[in-house]
């Protein structure tokens, strides 16, 4: 079991920035990935943006050049730079920690709210 807390998000106005940190711990693989998802009202949950341990990374389109992923794999960490926030950014965003060869080992956090304002 891996268990996954996170912290940051809130309110900002559009054009604004927030930050996302989430902790890993557990049954931690060393071959892992990290991510972030998030789930709009009304929508399907979708990728934000991921890391494998090894520092490779992939975002949404729709965030490219906005958002940054970061991890900090001594601490099991995972982070979120979120710039030039759009109302369409509003949602509830949940980190993701997953084994990176057995899909079954796939751990959410309980999710945290990001609103952005017009």
């Known amino acids: 079991q891996v268990q996954l807390v996170e912290s940051g998000g809130g309110l900002v106005q559009a054009g604004g920035s927030l930050s996302l940190s989430c902790t890993a711990s557990?049954?931690?693989?060393?071959?892992?990935?990290m991510g972030w998802y998030r789930q709009a009202p009304g929508k399907q949950r979708e990728l934000v943006g991921e890391?494998?341990?090894?520092?490779?990374?992939k975002y949404a389109d729709s965030v490219k050049g906005r958002f940054t992923i970061s991890r900090d794999n001594a601490r099991n960490m995972v982070f979120l730079q979120m710039n030039s926030l759009k109302p369409e950014d509003t949602a509830v965003y949940y980190c993701?920690?997953?084994?990176?060869?057995?899909?079954?080992?796939?751990?959410w956090g309980q999710g945290t709210r990001v609103t952005v304002s017009s």
């Open positions: 993701n920690w997953r084994n990176k060869f057995e899909t079954r080992f796939n751990y």
């Open positions: 557990g049954r931690i693989f060393s071959f892992n990935v």
């Open positions: 890391m494998t341990n090894g520092g490779t990374t």
